[in-house]
């Protein structure tokens, strides 16, 4: 399996809970991400869903390095990153690199597009020479379809769309394989959306790259990703090709996510099996026992609460599922 | 909230002793550096070697240490820290408790300071007000110059035109026309012990003068970002009055970075209390700080900047806990 | 397809406009200040009065402390313009000669405060843990001890107050409020996340810190800063005035106030009038400068 | 008692002045009250209200009246009868007897009690004895009760000027119940003069007196008499001009002083005070060691333009070492105090001229307002005799005076002094006998010291004064000190306020004050 | 309270708005003539990307645009035939909340961080009504109630951020409907949030619309979720509106080359392998609107009349129009694949 380029082993992080005045005493942990498992492949897309909360940003954070985790092993090409640290990590971190959520945060706002594209050469100079970077930094902008003459523009004076081009043209720069793109169309528009899928998709097909995409459009999702992971308080629930995942969901939970997205085909009104959540995800600090969707499932039982449902295939399941009664459901299409 | 109390006064601990120390040492360098104070009792004329040394007792120089510059004098320290913690604070040069001069002087300081306060906070929001209502008209640009002018301009140089024009001469002639002795009181040149409150205002406008440009621009600007807030706009769709929209909504949250930064101005009132008490004859902390450090009555100076300081840290606890109770998102623990 | 070009060459023609722009924040902001009318009265005021303080010879050739003391307190003519004080020194040249000890102490102190409060600050809210605990301790006993109070007790210990030794006061006074206000801002600029992408682009501490850090968390400080400095600058006449600041024979704004307010009402005024101006106009220019500044550095802004 | 006939009164006659009233009295905060350690002016002003002592000093030549003594006598000068007049008490009803005086003598003198008065009682025999930090002796071999109304003191060597400092207020007696506690006593002294506490001090706020009814000596018309603290003389001032004091008693803000000329004509009294300034020079160190480089600096100073211009042209210009209108002084004894820049120039050459290069380093202690006229001297030196000047005026009082002590000062330095009573010899003893309490010059002549045991031993106070004037003679010529000028009180008062009557010692005698009609 | 109110009129008729926001760095025209009416129990959707001008029409319509910078300049506001706009502020004010409400997009900085949500909901039963605390607090409960927050009661007193993102604007909405308005204008009300609360708080809203027959403005830029709820859209582009019809009508020919182009670029989540056709360029800045029509830079229909004349509003049938010159051609084409899907970049100037 050489093409694995990433592959993620019982990952977990707990963000401490504390308590006291002088010697402060752990009373708890937020589980973020609570033993996850994934693996990536050259050239392909993994989409990774979820309601806000669940972990995806840590998620992401965690396999690009900014966050240690509390255990679990992140392996880029054969090498744990986690225990990596000094040089060594920082070359490491060349090979996988993210794009982040909001446009608008994750330029600095008192840097010039230039500066800010150019920064990954300054903090690795042995990638280009001095000389070579101002031209190296065109090549990127010209690359994410923005003119080389805005260099020495500010973020503000860019619409949403070309902030996130800056942002994925920072996260080229260094020509990784990997990149982590962390909801990098939830704060754009519609046509500025597809902009940037477009030019993802692209830059996929022209340079290889392989991609972690996190959303919480399980739309855009779809049209992206050739395989889909659905979180829950800091699991996966369920995960396969997109196929599987959108025709035929097996987990109660990932069926009333995609229940949810509209469509936008008022010939489907009413048409279509919705179903309604009860209730409010509950707190990662300290989540439900056995089945963490139990308390909002209409299909909880006994067994739910005392029993942490594995993600395997099963019966009423051909790809794995994180629930005992997994079975399936069309929720997305009309139902007639 | 009970456990955040107890973390912030554990934290006081180190700071008060820090505090204590600095000062100390301070004064011991000072004393090394500038001569033994109780020299200075007797002025032009030698004093004799006993002469000196009883004033040397009194003044609580006779350690041999304070003759070694540069010696912390770490025994004196501890010696005053048992006696500070068994409620000793020591006696001034005239032999006076250090407790007794405080009580004498503070309850005065305390009004004085409250006054200025309310001042600040009355003056200052609403010139902020003023300013914020419409940034970049007229009043915004009196606002921003005259408090800048107040900034620059020396509290000596403000009190004593202060004293002046409504002392003595509005003061005055309040009294020539026999006008009721509340509002001679409030224009009185000194400090009145008939008008414990009235005489004091004046003195705690110029107190309030050196703190009011900070209220005043961080209410504007609070005010400002308010009012472009969502949630004034709510408010406006519910169909709410002007008056309600800024007073209750946008004006209750512009208020929190003010009542922050009433704990930084604190500071500034005790240090401006040196001068303005002086120009107006109030008998209070200021004074008796400048001048134990005029005299160099180690002493006073240590005990009642100690209790300053813990004055200091306990209004902060106050308005960090006022914090909380303004803006509900902020939790103690 | 007419339009298409139309709108490409509009493009580039505002492209062409970006490449003449250099490419430093600063650069810009300097190029936003020049275009402010009150940013240049205030720098024009600065210019003038550091002029005064570095070369006072350029703006007179009298020697402020050549004093007949025939001449004592003479109002404002034709060879004295600004008087003379009570010796019979000129006043103007006094003046003058006056602005490089408030100058220095304005400046100086404030730049020491705002580096060193910017040091703490940064330390303790990058870092955070123990660094935090123990700086921030440190700051609150420092913050605690009132200002002017903290001034006296620290320039009485010592033998000799010159200009530097009042910085020096000022200075260690000085910082804690800087320091909590940077560490304010670098607390909410940490975790911003331009802050996170450069780290994770594997930015070291060093670059977080004065590359991305500190400039979005120098807003505050500036403003406060200059402040702060008009404050410095009013505070050393009132060391002087309580008669433990600077002394003659040394000359400045704050002894010049501090000694010509007690003569305003005897038919002197202009002994106040003349440093007073003085100081307010230069303390004025500082703290509008520093607002337009502010402004300036922000690009969003402009 | 007597009293001679006010000299310097101002307003109405007595017969104008109204019975009753509360007269609002400027003053600083005292250090204390209690007669024995109101060493200060302040101290002193309220101290001189509340005791009546064995004499007083009349007007302004300070003629001695006997107030609570009857006679002072001495054969040798050395041996001191003191009768008092019977049948005085203390406000508590305590009689004011031998023993009050000694007792009060004692107590003043016993250095563990650390008065300030102590060192007037340094020529009283055994006074030694009651030094150290765990004194010999509690009591005086010096002081002998002879019978209730008589008492005897034993003199260390003879000096005729001793019933002269017997005005002073360390020499009031004292009751036994202050004796007891002397420090409750500060804050509410037990005295014998014409006013009585009214409660007790109130700190930095004011000290209230109410007429003694039951006084042996003139009355006073005052119902009360409230001294009113402040910190700030400018508030002071101002309370004046508002009319919420009645009287400063004593200085005014200088600046203020031509001001005040208009707006109080003659209820502003300018009274000579024997506070004099000089510049004292370390006779010790080279140049200085050549006294016509003394005498040329001195007569290179316009004293005259530096009073004008610093002190708006009030205080009187020294032309000798102790005030003229002072008991032994004069007003003509120094010649080169003269401002006559040539012959300045013309001594100066004489000497060698100034060491080149070198700048005459001016002392002064630190924040006390002297760093106008210090200039003001050196820029003097400069112009006329062209020795460039550096002010020292770094040093705080208490290691300014250390310095002094241990003569460790490089130039000329301020000294002032203040007598602590009204003989020429205070001025000259102290400051330039050999040994002297105050000598920080290092003058030493033996002729002088000579000269000054011969008025010691005069006969009469007069023969003294005379005698201890030819000691002040060698002065003017060796110049160890520039006598710069006297200082002057001024006296402020309100409309309705008279019989105001000052002397430099004594300040206000307010018994005598009142208002009118 | 209203100056004869008319009943056969519309319940809100705007018409031709028009509004400008004068700043230092000139003027920019963000409404340039807007008109929708609303019907009693009918839900009106206007469609529009960021910036378009949605935000900026619902706050005209409800009176709370900061004025400066901004300046209606022309137009009326007909709530059941009376022109608001032309109303003393006084009676202006009486009619926000009690007859016009309006529910904000981001809930959290639309409610006062530093008051309770009980207290925020019951505000105008005092202020409106003059009703005493304690019955404006039992009102305020009965409303929580109303929108389903879960035990009301206790959590009446609490702050908005201890509510989830869901429970914000469900007491959002609550705090709209107290005074039983007849039009809600809704901005958004659903962006912020996740798809299964998308999901709870517009199927609550369809509700409570049907009980009270009510009058709801939607404003969105989610085709999805107005397919899901609307009756009639209204698409904005560049301060204007440049397609107004009944809904099924637009997702199934749309008549405007904006609307037809946005419907392309939408991925489904119920198809896969589309392909999303991009518009390229970007929405013009509201400072520089292009002359003639505002969409011809970025329209692949665009000739020379496109960029003289502004087109006016065609009619399309009886209850449809398109302000698009050639919108026979844009009909009569198929929604789909008829396009080569572009693979041009845009290069277009930045923003301001
Ligand atoms: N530094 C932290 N300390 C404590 N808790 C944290 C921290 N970072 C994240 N969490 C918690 O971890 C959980 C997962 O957060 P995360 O940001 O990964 O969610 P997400 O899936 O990205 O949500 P969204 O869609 O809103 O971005 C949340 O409950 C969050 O509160
Ligand atoms: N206070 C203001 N000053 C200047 N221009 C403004 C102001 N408020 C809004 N605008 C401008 O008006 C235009 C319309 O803004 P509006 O908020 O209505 O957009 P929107 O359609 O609601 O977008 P979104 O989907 O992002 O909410 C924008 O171009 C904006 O720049
Ligand atoms: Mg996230
Ligand atoms: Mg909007």
Redesign the pocket.
Same mark, same amino acid.
């Given at each position: 399996m050489s093409d694995v380029v990433l592959e993620v082993r019982d990952l977990t992080k707990h963000f401490p809970l504390t308590k006291g005045i002088v010697f402060k005493r752990q009373v708890g942990a937020v589980r973020a991400v609570d033993g996850v498992n994934l693996t990536l492949r050259r050239g392909e897309t993994l989409g990774v869903v979820g309601e806000s909360g669940c972990g995806k940003s840590t998620l992401a954070k965690l396999i690009i390095g900014l966050e240690k985790p509390t255990s679990g092993e992140i392996l880029v090409q054969g090498q744990n990153l986690a225990r990596m640290r000094g040089s060594a990590l920082r070359r490491a971190r060349r090979n996988i690199q993210l794009v982040m959520q909001d446009p608008y945060t994750s330029l600095n706002p008192r840097m010039t597009v230039g500066d800010i594209v150019g920064e990954p050469f300054q903090i690795h100079p042995e990638v280009a020479p001095r000389s070579d970077r101002r031209r190296r930094v065109g090549e990127l902008l010209e690359l994410v379809g923005l003119s080389p003459d805005h260099i020495n523009r500010y973020p503000h004076q860019f619409s949403g769309g070309q902030r996130q081009r800056i942002g994925i043209a920072r996260a080229l720069a260094l020509r990784p394989e990997i990149i982590v793109c962390d909801e990098p169309v939830s704060a754009l528009?519609l046509s500025i959306q597809a902009q940037v899928i477009n030019l993802l998709e692209r830059l996929q097909e022209e340079l290889g790259l392989s991609y972690i995409f996190i959303a919480h459009d399980l739309s855009v999702v779809r049209h992206i990703s050739d395989r889909v992971a659905v979180m829950y308080l800091g699991k996966i629930i369920e995960t396969g090709v997109d196929t599987e995942i959108y025709d035929h969901p097996t987990h109660p939970y990932a069926q009333a996510l995609l229940s949810a997205v509209p469509v936008p085909d008022p010939t489907l009104r009413g048409l279509r099996d919705q179903i309604i959540l009860e209730g409010d995800v509950p707190s990662p600090a300290n989540p439900p026992s056995g089945c963490r969707f139990r308390t909002r499932c209409w299909k909880a039982r006994e067994v739910c609460v005392e029993q942490e449902p594995a993600l395997v295939e099963r019966e009423g399941s051909a790809h794995p599922s994180a629930c005992h009664f997994a079975e399936e459901r069309d929720v997305v299409h009309a139902t007639d | 909230m009970g456990r955040y109390l107890a973390r912030r006064l554990l934290q006081f601990v180190p700071t008060l002793l820090g505090a204590l120390f600095i000062l100390h040492y301070l004064m011991t360098v000072g004393i090394q550096l500038n001569g033994d104070p109780a020299r200075a009792v007797f002025g032009d004329r030698t004093p004799s070697q006993s002469q000196l040394q009883a004033m040397q007792r009194v003044f609580g120089t006779d350690d041999p240490c304070f003759e070694q510059a540069g010696n912390p004098c770490l025994t004196v320290f501890v010696h005053r820290l048992e006696n500070m913690a068994q409620g000793d604070f020591g006696v001034d040069s005239r032999e006076r408790p250090v407790v007794t001069l405080i009580a004498e002087h503070a309850p005065i300081t305390a009004r004085l300071a409250l006054l200025a306060i309310l001042i600040e906070l009355l003056v200052g929001v609403t010139a902020g007000v003023l300013a914020g209502l419409r940034g970049g008209s007229f009043w915004d640009y009196v606002v921003k110059v005259s408090t800048t002018m107040l900034v620059a301009i020396p509290i000596f140089v403000v009190g004593a035109v202060t004293q002046l024009v409504l002392g003595v001469e509005f003061g005055s002639w309040l009294k020539g026309v026999g006008a009721p002795d509340l509002l001679t009181g409030l224009f009185s040149i000194a400090y009145r012990t008939d008008q414990p409150w009235a005489s004091l205002v004046m003195p705690a406008f110029v107190l309030a003068s050196l703190s009011l440009a900070t209220t005043a621009r961080l209410t504007r600007t609070s005010l400002m970002e308010n009012l472009r807030g969502d949630y004034v706009r709510t408010a406006t769709a519910k169909g709410l009055t002007r008056n309600r929209v800024v007073g209750v909504h946008a004006l209750r949250n512009s208020l929190i970075p003010v009542i922050t930064n009433l704990g930084i101005s604190f500071g500034n009132l005790l240090a401006g209390a040196v001068v303005t008490e002086g120009i107006f004859n109030i008998r209070g902390i200021g004074g008796l700080v400048f001048g134990a450090v005029a005299t160099g009555e180690a002493a006073t100076v240590v005990s009642v900047v100690t209790i300053l300081v813990l004055v200091y840290l306990l209004c902060n606890l106050i308005i960090d806990v006022l914090y909380a109770v303004l803006d509900p998102r902020i939790r103690l623990d | 397809m007419t339009e298409q070009v139309e709108s490409v060459i509009s493009a580039d023609r505002s492209a062409q406009a970006g490449i003449e722009r250099s490419a430093s924040l600063w650069a810009d902001a300097w190029r936003d200040l020049r275009r402010r009318p009150v940013a240049i009265a205030s720098a024009v005021v600065i210019v003038l009065v550091s002029s005064m303080a570095a070369f006072p010879w350029l703006w007179t050739r009298t020697d402020p402390r050549d004093c007949p003391i025939q001449l004592s307190k003479a109002t404002p003519s034709a060879a004295h313009i600004f008087g003379t004080n009570e010796l019979g020194c000129d006043y103007y040249a006094m003046t003058i000669y006056g602005a490089r000890a408030s100058i220095i102490v304005a400046l100086v102190s404030t730049s020491l405060v705002l580096l060193v409060g910017a040091l703490v600050g940064m330390a303790a809210g990058f870092y955070g843990g123990w660094v935090d605990s123990v700086l921030s301790r440190l700051a609150d006993i420092f913050f605690a001890l009132p200002f002017l109070l903290g001034a006296l007790v620290f320039l009485s210990m010592l033998r000799s107050h010159s200009v530097w030794t009042i910085v020096l006061a000022f200075a260690v006074l000085g910082w804690p409020p800087l320091a909590r206000i940077v560490r304010a801002s670098v607390l909410a600029t940490k975790n911003m996340d331009y802050v996170q992408a450069a780290r994770s682009l594997g930015a070291s501490d060093r670059r977080l810190l004065f590359r991305h850090i500190l400039p979005n968390a120098a807003a505050p400080a500036i403003v406060v800063a200059t402040i702060l400095l008009g404050t410095y600058v009013a505070s050393e006449a009132t060391l002087s005035y309580l008669g433990i600041g600077l002394q003659p024979p040394e000359i400045s704004w704050g002894i010049m106030i501090a000694q010509g307010q007690s003569y305003v009402t005897s038919g002197y005024p202009h002994l106040l009038l003349f440093p007073a101006a003085f100081l307010s106009a230069t303390v004025l220019a500082f703290i509008l400068l520093g607002d337009a500044l502010r402004d300036a550095l922000d690009p969003k802004l402009r | 008692a007597c009293g001679g006939t006010p000299q310097s009164s101002s307003g109405p006659e007595g017969g104008d002045i109204k019975d009753g009233g509360d007269l609002r009295v400027y003053i600083g905060e005292p250090r204390h009250i209690v007669a024995s350690n109101a060493g200060e002016s302040e101290g002193s002003t309220v101290a001189r209200a509340l005791y009546s002592g064995l004499i007083d000093y009349v007007g302004d030549d300070y003629k001695i009246v006997n107030v609570m003594a009857d006679s002072i006598k001495s054969t040798d000068n050395k041996v001191w009868t003191i009768k008092l007049k019977g049948g005085w008490a203390f406000h508590n009803g305590e009689a004011v007897n031998s023993d009050a005086y000694i007792r009060a003598w004692n107590a003043a003198a016993y250095a563990p009690n650390a008065q300030l008065g102590s060192h007037f009682f340094e020529r009283v025999d055994g006074y030694a004895d009651l030094q150290g930090k765990e004194p010999k002796a509690k009591e005086m071999s010096g002081l002998k009760k002879v019978d209730d109304t008589t008492f005897e003191v034993t003199l260390r060597q003879p000096f005729a000027g001793f019933p002269v400092m017997l005005g002073y207020v360390a020499f009031m007696p004292m009751a036994q119940a202050c004796a007891a506690d002397l420090k409750a006593c500060d804050e509410a002294p037990i005295g014998n003069g014409p006013f009585k506490m009214d409660g007790k001090w109130e700190h930095k706020q004011q000290v209230k007196l109410v007429r003694n009814n039951d006084y042996k000596g003139t009355k006073a018309h005052l119902d009360r008499l409230t001294f009113k603290i402040y910190d700030k003389i400018e508030t002071a001032y101002n309370d004046l001009l508002a009319g919420n004091i009645d009287i400063m008693p004593r200085r005014m803000p200088p600046a203020k002083v031509p001001e005040a000329r208009v707006k109080f004509g003659d209820r502003l009294l300018d009274k000579p005070s024997p506070s004099f300034t000089a510049v004292a020079i370390p006779t010790y160190l080279d140049p200085f060691k050549d006294k016509r480089i003394r005498q040329a600096m001195s007569m290179a100073i316009d004293r005259k333009a530096i009073v004008d211009a610093v002190y708006q042209g009030r205080y009187t210009p020294a032309k000798s070492f102790s005030p003229p209108g002072f008991p032994g002084g004069r007003d003509d004894t120094c010649k080169y105090c003269q401002f006559n820049p040539e012959k300045a120039k013309q001594l100066l050459a004489e000497a060698g001229g100034w060491p080149a290069g070198k700048k005459a380093e001016l002392w002064f202690n630190a924040g006390a307002g002297h760093d106008v006229w210090m200039q003001a001297v050196g820029d003097q030196l400069k112009r006329n005799l062209g020795i460039d000047y550096e002010l020292k005026g770094q040093l705080q009082q208490p290691e300014f005076l250390a310095t002094a002590d241990a003569k460790k000062l490089t130039g000329p330095y301020r000294s002032a002094w203040a007598p602590d009573y009204p003989l020429n010899e205070n001025y000259l003893t102290p400051l330039f006998g050999t040994g002297g309490s105050s000598n920080r010059t290092g003058y030493s002549n033996p002729e002088f010291d000579a000269r000054i045991v011969r008025g010691d031993n005069a006969k009469l106070l007069d023969e003294a004064g005379k005698l201890y004037g030819e000691a002040e003679d060698l002065l003017a010529e060796d110049m160890p000190s520039i006598p710069l000028w006297f200082d002057k009180a001024s006296v402020a008062f309100g409309e309705t306020v008279t019989g105001v009557e000052y002397n430099g010692v004594q300040g206000v005698n307010f018994a005598r004050v009142g208002f009118t009609k | 309270m209203l100056p004869e109110p008319d009943p056969d009129a519309d319940l809100l008729d705007v018409r031709d708005l028009r509004i400008e926001?004068r700043?230092r760095d000139g003027v920019?025209k963000?409404?340039n003539g807007v008109s929708f009416t609303v019907q009693p129990g009918q839900t009106r959707a206007i469609l529009?990307?960021? @910036?378009? @001008?949605?935000?900026?029409? %619902? *706050?005209a319509v409800m009176g709370i645009l900061?004025s400066p910078? %901004?300046h209606v300049t022309g137009g009326e506001v007909r709530y059941r035939g009376v022109d608001v706009l032309t109303l003393p502020d006084e009676e202006r004010r009486r009619i926000r909340g009690n007859h016009i409400a309006m529910v904000f *997009?981001d809930a959290l900085s639309a409610l006062n961080p530093v008051f309770t949500v009980g207290f925020q909901i019951g505000e105008q039963f005092r202020k409106h009504l003059g009703m005493s605390r304690t019955d404006a607090r039992r009102r305020a409960v009965e409303l929580m109630d109303q929108v389903r927050i879960p035990a009301a009661r206790q959590r009446v007193n609490d702050f908005p951020h201890q509510f989830s993102g869901g429970m914000r604007q469900r007491v959002m909405i609550a705090m709209a409907l107290a005074l039983d308005p007849d039009v809600l204008i809704a901005?958004?009300p659903t962006t912020a949030l996740d798809v299964t609360v998308q999901a709870q708080i517009m199927s609550l809203l369809g509700e409570l619309l049907r009980e009270r027959q009510m009058g709801l403005v939607l404003?969105t830029?989610d085709m999805g979720v107005v397919a899901d709820v609307a009756d009639h859209i209204s698409v904005?582009y560049a @301060?204007r509106i440049v397609e107004e019809a009944p809904v099924r009508d637009i997702y199934a020919r749309p008549a405007h080359p904006y609307t037809k182009a946005l419907l392309e670029s939408i991925p489904r989540v119920d198809v896969k392998g589309q392909q999303l056709n991009v518009i390229k360029g970007l929405p013009p800045?509201?400072t520089r609107v292009p002359r003639g029509c505002a969409f011809h830079p970025r329209c692949r229909y665009a000739r020379d009349v496109c960029r003289q004349d502004p087109p006016p509003l065609y009619g399309v049938d009886s209850r449809r129009t398109s302000a698009c010159h050639f919108w026979e051609e844009v009909v009569s084409a198929r929604s789909e694949g008829s396009e080569p899907r572009s693979r041009e970049q845009d290069e277009g100037v930045g923003g301001e």
């Open positions: 528009d | - | - | - | 926001f700043t920019s963000a409404v529009g990307e960021s @910036g378009c @001008g949605k935000s900026v029409t %619902a *706050q900061d910078p %901004a *997009q901005d958004e404003i830029h904005m @301060g800045s509201p």
